[in-house]
């Protein structure tokens, strides 16, 4: 079945740089790949995904990007602010079923 | 409506308790989810609920047991849990259960712990 892995498992970085967030992943079929973003209480929320067609994909300061032949995707946030901070997850599907989550990485933002 | 809600936010329970967790959704999402998460770990699928059948148990024990009323709503009845059990129960949905990209949103979660 499908694995996926995740680094850094924890992220400081200075308010305003950038925070780079690695997931590989061990199926060639999977073909969608959605970030999560889950805050101290609350559930996951999606904050971007990308499907296999498409090689990079951005909305404001995040972006992901895809590389099928090596199997890894990452999620590069710009202009880190406070609020950024979180724990990320990254999770790998094929169609849109049955889910791998990776195991998270919390970003700290320090002011 | 672009929200998955569940309650209670809170369960404190006993091993000898029943109780149950309810979650809703208006937003014409045909598949429901189930996840468990324990700390400082990613959401582990418990069930998933395809135009109201359930399609998926991930082995789930018996003393967790689904159900979905109709396709806006999907319970968890909880019965002789035990303290490992303790968890944050993420409610999800997404537009098809069958083939096809699907987008999950998720509740903001029930936090169980069992005494």
């Known amino acids: 079945g499908e694995n996926v892995e995740q680094h850094p498992s924890t992220l400081s970085v200075q308010e305003g740089d950038s925070a780079v967030i690695k997931c590989t992943y061990s199926d060639s079929a999977s073909n969608y790949f959605p970030w999560y973003k889950q805050e101290l209480g609350k559930g996951p929320q999606l904050i971007i995904d990308?499907?296999?067609?498409?090689g990079e994909k951005k909305d404001q300061r995040i972006a992901v990007t895809l590389n099928k032949t090596a199997k890894h995707f990452s999620l590069h946030i710009t202009e880190t602010q406070p609020e950024d901070s979180a724990v990320y997850f990254c999770a790998a599907s094929y169609e849109g079923q049955n889910f791998v989550f990776g195991p998270g990485t919390r970003l700290s933002v320090l002011p | 409506d672009t929200e998955v809600t569940q309650t209670p936010k809170h369960l404190v329970m006993g091993m000898t308790n029943k109780k149950s967790l309810k979650c809703e959704q208006h937003?014409?999402?045909?598949?429901m989810y189930w996840y468990k998460q324990k700390a400082k770990k990613p959401p582990e699928l418990m069930f998933v609920y395809s135009y109201e059948k359930l399609s998926i148990n991930e082995s789930v024990p018996s003393r967790f047991s689904p159900e979905c009323p109709n396709s806006s709503l999907l319970n968890l009845h909880l019965h002789a849990l035990q303290p490992e059990d303790s968890a944050l129960y993420l409610c999800?949905?997404?537009?098809?259960?069958?083939?096809?990209?699907?987008?999950?949103?998720f509740g903001a979660g029930s936090r169980l712990t069992v005494l």
């Open positions: 999800a949905s997404s537009q098809d259960g069958g083939t096809g990209a699907n987008v999950l949103t």
């Open positions: 937003m014409g999402h045909r598949a």
């Open positions: 990308i499907r296999s067609n498409v």
